[in-house]
């Protein structure tokens, strides 16, 4: 059974740096690309980025260039996206997924001073 | 990037009925590469149809897809209590991929 387990939520301040995690099981890691998805409360869901666990190669969505970083360690077969800079619009649940089969439970994350 | 469109922003219909949900592309979607997902919520979206027309491990079949190019549709022949939610048409056939708005379908 393929499984993407988030790691939990997270309190942040306004410029800090908020880095998740997910780790996947039930799959050959390397075998497809891991994305990652914001949802802010009560909108709609808006792709950041993703990487190809094969090579650390990524491509990010130009909303969040220069802020989002995704990495995959192959050694623990776990994906990461760190976001910096956070603001308040940055409140959001965010999603691992392998688009377009499997997603992650959802980590939130509140920015707040 | 691909920007997605759909329509009707809410839909508003009763259990039984048939529900048609459209998501139009800003340009061509390569190879129909567009899924359709339903969130509930709380939840993680679910997976209901892949290349424009598949349907997903365990969907029923009263969900179906259609579409080609930059319009594409999803159908729900007739609803039952458990599909009212939003759903989500989403393209990944370009390096950056891209989400429409999200339907909301709610009970009439």
């Known amino acids: 059974e393929v499984q993407l387990v988030q790691s939990g939520a997270e309190v942040k301040k306004p410029g800090a740096t908020v880095k998740i995690s997910c780790k996947v099981s039930?799959?050959?890691?390397?075998?497809?690309?891991m994305h990652w998805v914001q949802q802010a409360p009560g909108k709609g869901l808006e792709w950041m980025g993703l990487v190809d666990p094969e090579d650390g190669e990524t491509i990010y969505a130009e909303k969040f260039q220069g802020r989002v970083t995704i990495t995959a360690d192959t050694s623990t077969d776990t994906a990461y996206m760190e976001l910096s800079s956070l603001r308040s619009e940055d409140t959001a649940v965010y999603y691992c997924a392998t688009l377009p089969s499997h997603w992650g439970q959802g980590t939130l994350v509140t920015v707040s001073s | 990037e691909i920007v997605l469109t759909q329509s009707p922003g809410t839909l508003s219909l009763s259990p039984g009925e048939r529900a048609t949900l459209s998501c139009r592309a800003s340009q061509s979607v390569s190879s129909s590469y567009l899924a359709w997902y339903q969130q509930k919520p709380g939840q993680a979206p679910r997976l209901l149809i892949y290349?424009?027309?598949s349907r997903a491990t365990g969907i029923p079949d009263r969900f179906s897809g259609s579409g080609s190019g930059t319009d594409f549709t999803l159908t729900i022949s007739r609803l039952e209590p458990e599909d009212f939610a939003v759903y989500y048409c989403q393209q990944y056939g370009s390096s950056r991929y891209s989400f429409g708005q999200g339907t909301k379908l709610e009970i009439k």
């Open positions: 039930g799959y050959t890691f390397t075998d497809y690309y």
């Open positions: 290349g424009a027309s």
